[in-house]
């Protein structure tokens, strides 16, 4: 039997049970047999997560995103050691992939930054980050996070939406209101606007419109488009007063056919004559909460509770039902409008499982039970990320029973209580946070609470463990001008909001933060009023106690890169002790390596700290290349949909205006003095689409060609300087297509031509794996889709057209030998920060940045203590220094300090 009893600390007659429990055979215990099913998925498949810091909370295009990224494993938040590489994307609004960054792991934690190029638009942008190791619990556990980029240069035109739904002949229809005015507010009436109607990566519908006398259109959205959840979006074009084009996207945010209230009974069900506590959700259209009030009354139209929302849409109440009454909520929203909806039916009889945290160093636990399951055994389960907490047998002799826990056996984050019945089988769930006395306690202090302009500031950092003693930590930190940077800190994502919080949590999570920004009484009833609303995330039980327990997919990757394959006779059967040479040029590095019987090799690892071309080949023993290599190779990943769509703007101006109109006012004073390195985009360069060049730039094409404009995704390969095999390098950038390995390499589901000439599926993998093209041989490919009319020209079904650069030659295949350009390490820049008090620093030259300072390497010392300095900018303004970072033992720390310039 398995019971966790050094962390117990029960009432003396749940002890006296767990003495009579003592006596059931171990093989038969269900509490062992739980625990070790738990303890077996911890220890095989340990969970690792990711939370990026970033410099900013938004930015505008020409700026860099500098972040720096913790990676932690298990309930107590150590960071890891298990992965050696992370990945970082850069995701736009239409879920398409604009930078991937694969950055190498040191000590749990990596640094990394991306530029916004000024050919972005502005838009709600992406940042996923991920190891490969976690793809082995799915994308949804991987750091994805929103948030807006504005366009400093953006015309003069602003644009927003709002999405509602309308009557229409007697049917709610989901309309989007746009509304156009000039940069000064004024409405731009009677305007010819063109708006498309966009999803699945093309466009669906078109249509021409007029804005009316206030500047607004109307465009009721086709029923089809929930056919359709990928990427949708509102595509507006109206001419600017430059005569240029003014282009501007709004997501199609509207995912429920209207408001939505959810019930949620504690642990599952609302029992017979049982006290319980009811959580209620109400959202939008839009997925964000909304205010309601109301109150709950029985068959009678007897008043029992009252309803009112207390924070993002959640609230809860509490109830004693009777099994012969039905009960219902008389909702009220914002727009004095109503609704009536039915509570979860009441059931006979059953257990409610109930948590309390009623002092700060105790949790308790009651389990309520029916009458006629009085002198029941059951079991209880408490754990976080799967660390066993609390497991124990309990013996049901009264209506109520009452376990206490110490909360310092927890660590701080989401603990998940189950309590199972004799068979081992669940029967309720309840998930409750408690805070735990186990987080650093940082202090920043500077020498004065006000500068000047371009003074030389030094703030002090000290650092102490959950004991308050001086501890060993890695921090990054940012300095930005507030007052051009203003946030709502409830909305912020935070190492102590994702480590601790979402991480853990299923669906969209509005203003995590707030649970940890100030933290009280209200804050902890809206927590645990979250807690009753969401899903616990990582397994569940059921799933938990069936699964096989196997070898993950993706193995966890390390610093070193690791190359396997295997050698075939040109009939596919193994060649044992065949020999493989491994040539990389530019790092001058030759290896070898020896296959086993079954024809399999492995490369020991080794670093490889930016991409570089490599060349494998492949003899028997006797030396004859009459083999076939073939490498292995991780099987890509495609870019999911928005899990956080609700965060996206439909009006990316109006909610950065602030910080677009310093950024204007910045560009005006660096253009007048001639300093156009540091303007963010300049006012007479118009960017534009890629003009398609024409077709004589090409390879000859042997074969009918897509015409320009009529293919349903066309994809760009640009100019850059590393590139993995196509068939690597592909996956994950075209829509709808997936790569999968077949006859050793990864080809689409879907056929491929080449330069007009249809390719079978051996000449598909030498050309997309075996070096027969190169990505940078590429100039463009075109994607046919199933509705497309022309697929009938070619076979009737969906494909892929890749057009070659002219001058193009099909590299002769050699079945022993393998070209492939392996994607290492991406290069780290370092942030700069002038320095004014260098002879010759030019004082009266405007300093205009928001980011002040950033350090991605900050570390205290065995006293706990480290400092660090840097030069205002121009004010005046509000300082915000943010400090975030973790300690050895796990403990998460994070400080915000505040000082004025003036």
């Given at each position: 039997?398995?019971?966790?009893?050094?962390?117990?600390?029960?009432?003396?007659?749940?002890?006296?049970?767990?003495?009579?429990?003592?006596?059931?055979?171990?093989?038969?215990?269900?509490?062992?047999?739980?625990?070790?099913?738990?303890?077996?998925?911890?220890?095989?498949?340990?969970?690792?997560?990711?939370?990026?810091?970033?410099?900013?909370?938004?930015?505008?295009?020409?700026?860099?995103?500098?972040?720096?990224?913790?990676?932690?494993?298990?309930?107590?938040?150590?960071?890891?050691?298990?992965?050696?590489?992370?990945?970082?994307?850069?995701?736009?609004?239409?879920?398409?992939?604009?930078?991937?960054?694969?950055?190498?792991?040191?000590?749990?934690?990596?640094?990394?930054?991306?530029?916004?190029?000024?050919?972005?638009?502005?838009?709600?942008?992406?940042?996923?980050?991920?190891?490969?190791?976690?793809?082995?619990?799915?994308?949804?556990?991987?750091?994805?996070?929103?948030?807006?980029?504005?366009?400093?240069?953006?015309?003069?035109?602003?644009?927003?939406?709002?999405?509602?739904?309308?009557?229409?002949?007697?049917?709610?229809?989901?309309?989007?209101?746009?509304?156009?005015?000039?940069?000064?507010?004024?409405?731009?009436?009677?305007?010819?606007?063109?708006?498309?109607?966009?999803?699945?990566?093309?466009?669906?519908?078109?249509?021409?419109?007029?804005?009316?006398?206030?500047?607004?259109?109307?465009?009721?959205?086709?029923?089809?488009?929930?056919?359709?959840?990928?990427?949708?979006?509102?595509?507006?074009?109206?001419?600017?007063?430059?005569?240029?084009?003014?282009?501007?996207?709004?997501?199609?945010?509207?995912?429920?056919?209207?408001?939505?209230?959810?019930?949620?009974?504690?642990?599952?069900?609302?029992?017979?004559?049982?006290?319980?506590?009811?959580?209620?959700?109400?959202?939008?259209?839009?997925?964000?909460?909304?205010?309601?009030?109301?109150?709950?009354?029985?068959?009678?139209?007897?008043?029992?509770?009252?309803?009112?929302?207390?924070?993002?849409?959640?609230?809860?109440?509490?109830?004693?039902?009777?099994?012969?009454?039905?009960?219902?909520?008389?909702?009220?929203?914002?727009?004095?409008?109503?609704?009536?909806?039915?509570?979860?039916?009441?059931?006979?009889?059953?257990?409610?499982?109930?948590?309390?945290?009623?002092?700060?160093?105790?949790?308790?636990?009651?389990?309520?039970?029916?009458?006629?399951?009085?002198?029941?055994?059951?079991?209880?389960?408490?754990?976080?990320?799967?660390?066993?907490?609390?497991?124990?047998?309990?013996?049901?002799?009264?209506?109520?029973?009452?376990?206490?826990?110490?909360?310092?056996?927890?660590?701080?984050?989401?603990?998940?209580?189950?309590?199972?019945?004799?068979?081992?089988?669940?029967?309720?769930?309840?998930?409750?946070?408690?805070?735990?006395?186990?987080?650093?306690?940082?202090?920043?202090?500077?020498?004065?609470?006000?500068?000047?302009?371009?003074?030389?500031?030094?703030?002090?950092?000290?650092?102490?463990?959950?004991?308050?003693?001086?501890?060993?930590?890695?921090?990054?930190?940012?300095?930005?001008?507030?007052?051009?940077?203003?946030?709502?800190?409830?909305?912020?994502?935070?190492?102590?909001?994702?480590?601790?919080?979402?991480?853990?949590?299923?669906?969209?999570?509005?203003?995590?933060?707030?649970?940890?920004?100030?933290?009280?009484?209200?804050?902890?009833?809206?927590?645990?009023?979250?807690?009753?609303?969401?899903?616990?995330?990582?397994?569940?039980?059921?799933?938990?106690?069936?699964?096989?327990?196997?070898?993950?997919?993706?193995?966890?990757?390390?610093?070193?890169?690791?190359?396997?394959?295997?050698?075939?006779?040109?009939?596919?059967?193994?060649?044992?002790?065949?020999?493989?040479?491994?040539?990389?040029?530019?790092?001058?590095?030759?290896?070898?390596?020896?296959?086993?019987?079954?024809?399999?090799?492995?490369?020991?690892?080794?670093?490889?700290?930016?991409?570089?071309?490599?060349?494998?080949?492949?003899r028997t023993k006797k030396g004859s290349d009459k083999v076939k290599l073939l490498l292995n190779s991780m099987p890509g990943i495609k870019v999911n949909s928005n899990p956080n769509l609700p965060d996206a703007s439909l009006n990316v101006h109006s909610s950065l205006k602030q910080y677009l109109d310093k950024g204007k006012q910045e560009d005006d004073a660096y253009e007048k003095l001639g300093m156009l390195d540091k303007v963010h985009r300049l006012k007479e360069v118009k960017i534009r689409a890629k003009k398609p060049d024409p077709l004589e730039?090409?390879?000859?094409?042997?074969?009918?060609?897509?015409?320009?404009?009529?293919?349903?995704?066309?994809?760009?390969?640009?100019?850059?300087?590393?590139?993995?095999?196509?068939?690597?390098?592909?996956?994950?950038?075209?829509?709808?297509?997936?790569?999968?390995?077949?006859?050793?390499?990864?080809?689409?589901?879907?056929?491929?031509?080449?330069?007009?000439?249809?390719?079978?599926?051996?000449?598909?993998?030498?050309?997309?794996?075996?070096?027969?093209?190169?990505?940078?041989?590429?100039?463009?490919?075109?994607?046919?889709?199933?509705?497309?009319?022309?697929?009938?020209?070619?076979?009737?079904?969906?494909?892929?057209?890749?057009?070659?650069?002219?001058?193009?030659?099909?590299?002769?295949?050699?079945?022993?030998?393998?070209?492939?350009?392996?994607?290492?390490?991406?290069?780290?820049?370092?942030?700069?920060?002038?320095?004014?008090?260098?002879?010759?620093?030019?004082?009266?030259?405007?300093?205009?940045?928001?980011?002040?300072?950033?350090?991605?390497?900050?570390?205290?010392?065995?006293?706990?203590?480290?400092?660090?300095?840097?030069?205002?900018?121009?004010?005046?303004?509000?300082?915000?220094?943010?400090?975030?970072?973790?300690?050895?033992?796990?403990?998460?720390?994070?400080?915000?300090?505040?000082?004025?310039?003036?």
């Amino acid at each position: 039997m398995k019971i966790i009893n050094k962390w117990f600390t029960g009432i003396a007659l749940v002890c006296g049970l767990l003495i009579c429990w003592a006596f059931i055979p171990k093989a038969d215990d269900p509490i062992d047999k739980l625990v070790t099913s738990l303890q077996k998925w911890t220890d095989t498949i340990p969970q690792e997560k990711v939370y990026l810091h970033t410099d900013k909370p938004y930015y505008a295009l020409g700026d860099t995103i500098w972040f720096k990224g913790y990676i932690t494993i298990g309930g107590r938040h150590q960071l890891s050691k298990l992965s050696g590489a992370m990945y970082v994307e850069l995701i736009s609004e239409k879920d398409s992939l604009v930078q991937r960054l694969k950055l190498p792991v040191t000590s749990g934690m990596v640094v990394g930054d991306f530029i916004l190029k000024d050919d972005y638009h502005q838009g709600s942008y992406r940042i996923r980050a991920y190891t490969q190791w976690m793809r082995n619990a799915g994308e949804d556990y991987f750091y994805d996070h929103t948030f807006l980029v504005g366009d400093v240069a953006g015309g003069d035109i602003v644009a927003k939406a709002d999405f509602s739904y309308r009557d229409n002949k007697g049917k709610k229809v989901l309309t989007a209101i746009l509304n156009y005015t000039n940069d000064q507010g004024k409405a731009l009436g009677d305007k010819a606007v063109r708006y498309e109607i966009w999803a699945d990566y093309k466009p669906l519908w078109r249509q021409n419109g007029k804005t009316d006398a206030l500047g607004s259109m109307r465009i009721v959205i086709p029923d089809d488009i929930k056919q359709h959840p990928e990427a949708a979006y509102i595509r507006t074009i109206l001419q600017g007063s430059d005569k240029y084009p003014i282009i501007r996207d709004f997501p199609i945010k509207a995912t429920l056919s209207q408001s939505d209230v959810q019930f949620f009974p504690e642990s599952g069900n609302l029992v017979n004559g049982i006290a319980s506590r009811v959580a209620f959700k109400a959202i939008g259209i839009d997925g964000l909460g909304i205010n309601i009030k109301g109150n709950i009354v029985d068959n009678d139209n007897k008043e029992i509770a009252k309803l009112e929302t207390l924070h993002a849409g959640m609230g809860s109440f509490l109830v004693i039902p009777v099994s012969d009454k039905t009960y219902t909520a008389n909702v009220i929203f914002e727009d004095g409008s109503t609704k009536s909806i039915p509570l979860p039916k009441v059931i006979d009889q059953g257990y409610v499982l109930s948590v309390y945290q009623p002092n700060k160093d105790s949790v308790l636990v009651r389990i309520h039970a029916s009458a006629p399951l009085l002198s029941s055994s059951v079991n209880l389960i408490a754990h976080t990320s799967g660390e066993t907490v609390f497991a124990a047998p309990v013996k049901i002799e009264k209506p109520i029973t009452s376990i206490w826990l110490e909360k310092k056996v927890f660590p701080t984050g989401i603990a998940q209580f189950t309590l199972f019945n004799a068979a081992g089988e669940p029967l309720n769930e309840r998930i409750v946070f408690i805070r735990s006395n186990d987080l650093m306690q940082l202090d920043i202090k500077t020498a004065k609470t006000s500068y000047n302009s371009k003074e030389h500031v030094q703030v002090d950092l000290e650092a102490k463990d959950s004991q308050g003693k001086p501890t060993i930590g890695n921090f990054s930190v940012s300095v930005i001008d507030e007052s051009k940077v203003p946030f709502d800190e409830n909305k912020e994502s935070t190492i102590f909001s994702t480590i601790l919080l979402t991480s853990d949590l299923k669906g969209y999570v509005e203003e995590p933060n707030y649970y940890f920004a100030k933290t009280g009484d209200e804050t902890d009833k809206a927590l645990d009023n979250l807690m009753l609303t969401q899903g616990y995330r990582r397994f569940a039980w059921k799933e938990l106690n069936n699964t096989i327990v196997t070898k993950p997919q993706f193995p966890a990757e390390g610093l070193g890169t690791v190359f396997t394959g295997r050698v075939t006779t040109l009939t596919d059967k193994p060649v044992p002790d065949a020999n493989i040479s491994l040539l990389a040029l530019r790092a001058s590095a030759v290896k070898s390596a020896t296959a086993d019987a079954d024809g399999h090799f492995y490369f020991e690892p080794f670093f490889l700290t930016d991409s570089i071309k490599l060349f494998f080949q492949a003899r028997t023993k006797k030396g004859s290349d009459k083999v076939k290599l073939l490498l292995n190779s991780m099987p890509g990943i495609k870019v999911n949909s928005n899990p956080n769509l609700p965060d996206a703007s439909l009006n990316v101006h109006s909610s950065l205006k602030q910080y677009l109109d310093k950024g204007k006012q910045e560009d005006d004073a660096y253009e007048k003095l001639g300093m156009l390195d540091k303007v963010h985009r300049l006012k007479e360069v118009k960017i534009r689409a890629k003009k398609p060049d024409p077709l004589e730039n090409y390879s000859t094409q042997w074969g009918p060609v897509v015409p320009e404009g009529h293919a349903d995704f066309t994809f760009y390969v640009e100019p850059r300087d590393e590139y993995p095999t196509p068939g690597i390098y592909l996956q994950g950038l075209l829509p709808n297509v997936i790569f999968t390995m077949r006859s050793g390499g990864m080809v689409p589901n879907i056929s491929v031509y080449l330069n007009g000439r249809r390719l079978n599926l051996d000449e598909t993998v030498d050309i997309l794996n075996n070096g027969g093209l190169d990505v940078e041989d590429i100039a463009k490919i075109d994607l046919l889709n199933k509705f497309n009319s022309l697929i009938y020209m070619y076979g009737k079904e969906p494909c892929m057209f890749i057009y070659t650069k002219k001058g193009y030659v099909r590299k002769t295949y050699n079945p022993s030998a393998v070209n492939i350009t392996h994607k290492g390490f991406n290069k780290v820049r370092e942030f700069y920060s002038p320095k004014y008090d260098k002879s010759g620093a030019n004082l009266k030259l405007p300093d205009l940045r928001s980011t002040i300072y950033w350090n991605p390497y900050l570390k205290t010392d065995v006293a706990g203590k480290t400092s660090f300095n840097f030069f205002n900018a121009d004010g005046p303004g509000t300082y915000k220094v943010v400090v975030e970072g973790i300690n050895a033992a796990g403990e998460l720390g994070r400080q915000v300090f505040r000082y004025t310039v003036n």
